[in-house]
T-cell receptor
Framework: GAGVSQSPSNKVTEKGKDVELRCDPI?????LYWYRQSLGQGLEFLIY????????KSGLPSDRFSAERTGGSVSTLTIQRTQQEDSAVYLC??????????FGEGSRLTVL | GQQLNQSPQSMFIQEGEDVSMNCTSS?????WLWYKQDPGEGPVLLIA?????ELTSNGRLTAQFGITRKDSFLNISASIPSDVGIYFC???????????FGKGTLLTVNP
């Protein structure tokens, strides 16, 4: 597609369950980012992939969070043993080079 | 780490009025970006600034990269109802590719 595609758009899960969020970046974009947006807050950086380089995971809040990017394209963000404080909108973005990020519509996660 | 202070947190204005919002950082940035987010959507890039002192316009929007490289402002002239949304500033410094975002300015335009 023309833009960044994220799925699911909404996910409701029970505390303790694992969730997977998917991001399909703009074709040709080598950089892929995950951000988290809590209600009324700015965007919190989680992880960054650039080409074949090792990802920058410095923003992941705990070891329950992990992300992969297969074939330099699609990325999956996995949250294990979800907690209520994980409830947020998870935004994926891609870019040709650092700076001008193009965002998807986000995946809204609700942990009950 | 880098911190961005964005102000004001919210604005409630009448249609036709001009709007100004700004961001300041605790460290020097090489890039300043302004995004707008509508409800239920991801942020959309409005203006990108790459040079200290740069002044760039996009329709009714004008943004400037502060000469100190620690601040930026966004002006919206003759506001219209579709300008409502959350406006975010974002910046990155040096070879840092990670954008740091402000907490946003919620703009409400009263028709």
């Amino acid at each position: 597609g023309a833009g960044v595609s994220q799925s699911p758009s909404n996910k409701v899960t029970e505390k303790g369950k694992d969730v997977e969020l998917r991001c399909d970046p703009i074709s040709g974009h080598t950089a892929l980012y995950w951000y988290r947006q809590s209600l009324g807050q700015g965007l919190e950086f989680l992880i960054y992939f650039q080409g074949n380089s090792a990802p920058d995971k410095s923003g992941l809040p705990s070891d329950r969070f992990s992300a992969e990017r297969t074939g330099g394209s699609v990325s999956t963000l996995t949250i294990q043993r979800t907690q209520q404080e994980d409830s947020a909108v998870y935004l994926c973005a891609s870019s040709l080079y650092g700076g001008e990020l193009f965002f998807g519509e986000g995946s809204r996660l609700t942990v009950l | 780490g880098q911190q961005l202070n964005q102000s004001p947190q919210s604005m409630f204005i009448q249609e036709g009025e001009d709007v100004s919002m700004n961001c300041t950082s605790s460290s020097i940035f090489n890039t300043w970006l302004w995004y707008k987010q509508d409800p239920g959507e991801g942020p959309v890039l409005l203006i990108a600034l790459y040079k200290a002192g740069e002044l760039t316009s996009n329709g009714r929007l004008t943004a400037q990269f502060g000469i100190t490289r620690k601040d930026s402002f966004l002006n919206i002239s003759a506001s219209i109802p579709s300008d409502v949304g959350i406006y975010f500033c974002a910046g990155s410094g040096g070879s840092n590719y990670k954008l740091t975002f402000g907490k946003g300015t919620l703009l409400t335009v009263n028709p």
